[in-house]
């Protein structure tokens, strides 16, 4: 017997989608797409570091170890500071690919159209779309193309975007 705790709310087959989404809604969808410890990005301090490393180990070949010690931090400290910049540059760049501002969607018959930021929206079926939720979004990703963010704004509380993405889901 199944506990009627378990069974998600009834959610409506026509629903209206009034929100905002800011660079920060696009910047959750980025970190969800591409963590930072995957790929070339958990390699890329190391890479920052390493060739300047070398270079100060040359250079300091015969000075004492406090001189050393001193400039390998300072070389491994502007490695990782610029691992960040680039990082948080690329994430950025990655994050305009999707519109953010004033949004309205329509959810009516499996299809999802409407504007975001003046941007028209158009997913008229759901099968090859990945859905995804975190704790304040839900993400319609296409292979292609800009996702469709809908903030928790959107929705009357978590459970409503939990219940609206089991039922994109299918």
């Given at each position: ?85 680039v990082l948080k ?23 999802l159209e409407g ?47 939990t219940a609206f ?6």
């Amino acid at each position: 017997m199944t506990d009627t705790a378990d069974l998600a709310p009834d959610v409506p087959t026509t629903r209206r989608f009034v929100f905002t989404t800011t660079e920060a809604d696009a910047l959750a969808l980025e970190a969800l797409l591409k963590p930072a410890d995957r790929g070339w990005r958990s390699f890329l301090g190391y890479i920052l570091a390493l060739p300047p490393l070398v270079i100060v180990s040359w250079l300091t070949r015969d000075a004492e170890w406090p001189v050393w010690f001193a400039a390998f931090g300072l070389c491994g400290l502007a490695a990782w500071q610029l691992a960040r910049l680039v990082l948080k540059t690329e994430r950025s760049r990655a994050a305009r690919r999707h519109p953010v501002g004033a949004g309205r969607i329509e959810f009516a018959g499996g299809r999802l159209e409407g504007t975001i930021g003046g941007v028209a929206v158009d997913i008229p079926t759901m099968s090859g779309r990945r859905v995804e939720t975190d704790v304040g979004h839900l993400f319609v990703v296409a292979g292609e193309g800009p996702a469709l963010i809908l903030p928790l704004s959107a929705f009357a509380d978590r459970s409503d975007l939990t219940a609206f993405a089991a039922k994109l889901k299918g």
